[in-house]
């Protein structure tokens, strides 16, 4: 059976130790002055520029390449004048996001299976990932793992630990879209040195 295709970024299962996510997070800001669009499930990096009205440390989307990310948006504050915030950030808005951000986090996300799906062999190696275009219905993030950049390369910002072990994703010998893998920040901003080489 073919998995669903339903990417919706990454969300926090549990930590490297076994513990599971029991939705612990950090306040930061991300400023009007940055005009991309954010979402639930982004993988976001820190940013020099830090919120004069809080003191909080400011964030923006992590784009696909070897940036050190410092976790995933999990949640947004709602503006209690304004009840109907939308779901998401809207681009160049000042927004008080909440980011799960602890290096020893371990998160779900779909691979976009592009060019060669992934399949256990890649296991333990590193991968990038891609952006896509978040709902501003929802407020889901649309990052997925990039499955045709799957590497030793130890700057690449995230490990494929396992395959989400679940009925409802399939992952064949050859590797098949959409399967949702456990993975964790291998390039941390809160973590010593630029990652670890895949296996």
Do not use: C
Not at 54 to 80: F, N, W
Not at 121 to 133: C, E, L, Q, S
């Amino acid at each position: 059976m073919a998995n669903a295709d339903k990417p919706n970024g990454f969300r926090p299962i549990r930590y490297l130790n076994g513990a599971p996510y029991n939705g612990s997070m950090n306040r930061y800001v991300i400023p009007a002055a940055d005009g991309t669009a954010t979402f639930v499930g982004d993988l976001v990096k820190l940013t020099s520029v830090g919120d004069s009205v809080t003191g909080l440390p400011t964030v923006a989307q992590a784009a696909a390449g070897s940036v050190a990310a410092v976790g995933v948006i999990v949640g947004m504050e709602v503006d209690p004048a304004n009840l109907n915030t939308p779901q998401y950030r809207v681009a160049s808005t000042r927004r008080v996001v909440f980011v799960a951000d602890d290096p020893n986090l371990l998160f779900v996300a779909q691979e976009d299976g592009d060019t060669s799906a992934l399949d256990m062999v890649d296991t333990g190696n590193n991968i990038n990932v891609v952006v896509g275009t978040g709902s501003t219905v929802t407020g889901a993030s649309a990052m997925e793992i990039d499955s045709n950049t799957v590497n030793t390369t130890a700057t690449l910002p995230l490990k494929l630990i396992e395959p989400v072990a679940t009925p409802d994703n399939e992952l064949v010998a050859a590797g098949q879209t959409g399967t949702r893998w456990v993975v964790k920040i291998n390039n941390h901003a809160y973590a010593g040195g630029t990652g670890t080489a895949g296996v």
